[in-house]
């Protein structure tokens, strides 16, 4: 009769020679992957920021478009002497300040003018805004500023609603406009 061992078909291995922890090959690994995910998170981080960046300046432009028909209807007198129409991306000289003294309708118009397009400079990167009268009493009030992002872009079509708003299309530049029945 034959004398069956418990261990048979099974190896011993000495306890001194068993893994004990990770190799150095398997931590590199571990940190590779760990980073490469870390990366990953920061790109994201960085472009919602971006993003968040572009919202913010086209809010700024929406507001600034609703601060000239605001200022239009509160010159009623300069909208319907034709005094709004036509307003380009300069900067003119203020001949009274209407903050601190009485204007008449056309001196009003050209603060008008002068404070919304130091404004627009001032909040946005290359801002300027420009004021067309499409049809009678209808008006195109846009605001433009640069936008890093469309450095290689174009700008808008020539030809639309945009380039009368805005002007001219130019490379890296974005549009805002609305239309104001004064």
Avoid at 5 to 31: I, W
Avoid at 61 to 67: E, I, T, Y
Wanted: hydrophobic residues 40%; neutral net charge.
């Amino acid at each position: 009769m034959k004398h069956l061992s418990r261990h048979s078909g099974t190896r011993h291995v000495p306890t001194s020679s068993r893994q004990a922890g990770f190799s150095m090959l398997e931590v590199m690994v571990t940190l590779v992957v760990l980073s490469t995910g870390l990366l990953g998170v920061a790109n994201l981080q960085v472009e919602a920021l971006r993003g968040n960046q572009g919202a913010y300046l086209a809010s700024v432009a929406a507001q600034q478009a609703q601060d000239m028909a605001e200022r239009m209807n509160a010159n009623r007198a300069g909208v319907d002497a034709n005094l709004y129409d036509h307003l380009d991306a300069s900067i003119p000289a203020m001949p009274v300040n209407c903050q601190s003294a009485d204007c008449t309708p056309t001196n009003l118009s050209v603060f008008d003018h002068n404070r919304w397009n130091a404004t627009n400079q001032a909040l946005l990167p290359s801002g300027a805004g420009q004021v067309t009268e499409i049809s009678n009493g209808v008006f195109l009030i846009g605001v433009r500023w640069y936008d890093r992002k469309l450095a290689n872009a174009n700008g808008w079509q020539a030809g639309t609603e945009a380039a009368t708003a805005c002007g001219a299309p130019q490379a890296g530049t974005r549009c805002f406009f609305l239309r104001h029945q004064a």
